[in-house]
């Protein structure tokens, strides 16, 4: 099993920055792949970036490509969401992923085996 706790979220005007992170503990040498997802109300869950835990490399949607970035301490067993440029739109409640599956496809909530609790990002106008 693992654990994964996100922490970092809050309150952040319009165009500033914040940066979440998410603290993994356990069978952490059984993950391959760390993600961030977030959740709007009344929307689905949606991809935001995921880090290959072992090689480093990342992925990203669209709507964050060249404003969010998402790295790893993996002495800290810690994956970090720079966001920056922050937009209303960007408000939900940011989840931390992590998968053990091989191959997977980035952007299914299925794909990932472990979830964190969230935390809320509010970006206001």
């Known amino acids: 099993q693992v654990q994964l706790v996100e922490s970092g979220g809050g309150l952040v005007q319009a165009g500033g920055s914040l940066r979440v992170s998410c603290a993994a503990s356990g069978h952490t040498f059984s993950v391959y792949t760390m993600a961030w997802f977030r959740q709007a109300p009344g929307l689905e869950r949606e991809y935001v970036a995921a880090i290959d835990w072992r090689g480093g490399g990342t992925y990203y949607a669209d709507s964050v490509k060249d404003r969010f970035t998402i790295s790893r301490d993996k002495a800290k067993n810690t994956v970090y969401l720079q966001m920056n440029s922050l937009k209303p739109e960007d408000t939900a409640v940011y989840y931390c992923?992590?998968?053990?599956?091989?191959?997977?496809?980035?952007?299914?909530?299925?794909?990932?085996?472990?979830w964190g609790q969230g935390t809320q990002v509010t970006v206001s106008t």
């Open positions: 992923a992590a998968t053990s599956k091989i191959g997977l496809v980035l952007y299914r909530t299925s794909e990932y085996n472990y």
